[in-house]
């Protein structure tokens, strides 16, 4: 909601001056209706001056109107590509941790869906204001036309939305659960196309998939849509009912308060005209719901507040030291929270300082920490406790930011984006092309400026080229979680033989998982994770205290 005020705040000229417009339009159109009215009761002359103002009103209306909504739908129309933008600036500025508890269905589902229903109801409002401003408008003239007809519509009409009031709620409470199930069938989705070869060898499988991931929501949407659906032309048909009711009962009043005849059919010519508008009203309400429920949803991710700015951190020192102690982890402990039965994971208390230009290769089980190590190394998690410290310095809150831009990680599953980025974003081109000729991908990916030609690659290739992303970077702390395990024996023994080496010559601090025990011999140090516990790492593995329990 407050990005959404921010944003009509930004429009804040062009907003009043298309509601002006708007107001205007809807204005002089009740005058017509009003003019037209003094015709059928004879007290204005149908004479030129008359059809000549009705002509000019008519002008009016159309003008009015056109510039009202071309002003609005655009300004609709802007307010979803900043909304659009601004979203995915708050994910970039929204912490690693955050962004895994929130679970990429549902922020696929904001990005996707969210923002587009919130645009759609965006772009009804300017409809929705020139109605609601031609109903007030016409009532106002309705209470001028006969006090007494108008307390008697105002108050069938307050009766008519009271009722219509609590089926316009189950409504509401509906959407949001068809929201809910969208989640769910965006993980559908993606388990579709992700897992696509695993689905096509398998008949059995995709059939269990399709009826428990996909159709099982589905199904539950389209119940939930459609008694959603129910309560919405419920709500349409008793505003009609409430409308012809009320036009036949004003005959009725009329002619029990003694009304003049004219007096009551004008009354009636303006209800009648009002009912288009107040029909409008109603039908645009499901699409304002959905807005509301999908505004509620980006709000609910708790996402980083919005900053246009992308500034670089204060670096908290000049330059990293060369040599000592670089990086150290003292009594640091961090835990994956339990989810549903599963047990959590606690890593830690953790002591570790690597030295720089240290080449640190961490060893250990599947699921030994190891991975979550290298992301609290990195910055990307932040400890439960215990300190983290860069260069001799505490890494605080404030110095997150400039301890991530230390670091060049390649993580087990990286992921490729086709331009490479030097350090303030100037990328050393030579650098680059003898890099990628000592990964041997020269032949596979040209690079033209910082683009790469291709990134449809096999998972080797892609941690080379994940490698040299992180290479040209030129930062002195390079992270490696199991880089080499997907690369030929040929090659891997190059990456530990000569490439490592060369990028340790070259001033590199490394740490690197690694489960390649033939070449633990050139690693400065080993050292194993298990069970979260730290190590030293010998021929024989020790069993951690807590993990023999
Ligand atoms: N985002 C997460 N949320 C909850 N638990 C997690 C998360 N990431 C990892 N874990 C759990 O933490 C434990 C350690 O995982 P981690 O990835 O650090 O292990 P690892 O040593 O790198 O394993 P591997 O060698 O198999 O890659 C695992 O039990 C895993 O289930």
Redesign the pocket.
Known sequence: MSLLLSLLHRFRWRMPLALGLGAAGALAGLWVIALVNRLIAGSAEPDALTFALIAVLLAAVFGFGFGAQAILTALGHRVVCEMRTATVKRLLDTDVERL?TIGAPALYATLTKDIATVGQAFNRLPFVFCNGVLVLGGFLYLAWLSWQLFLLSAAVIGLGVGVAYGWVSAMRRLMVEVRETDDRLLAGYRGAIEGRNELALNTVRKRVFHRHDVAAAAEHARDTEIRADRYWVLSLSWTALVILGLIAGIFAAGEALDLPRPHTAGFVLVLMFLRMPLNDLVGTLPILLSGKVALAKVEALRLEAHRPAFDRPEPACAALPVKGPLLSLSGVVYD??A?GDEP??HLGPVELTVEAGETLFIV??????????LTLLAGLRRPAAGTIRLGGLEVTEERRGWHREQISAVF?TPHLFDRLVGPDGRLDEELAQAFLRRLRMDRKVALAGDRLSDIRLSQGQRKRIALLAAVVEERPILLLD?WAADQDPLFRRFFYEELLPELKRGGRTIIA?SHDDRFFHLADRVLR?DAGVLSPWSEVPVQPAHAAQ
């Open positions: 895994e994956h929270p989810q959590g994971f250990g089980g599947n699921g030994g920490g190891k991975s979550t190590l087990s199991e998982v994770c």
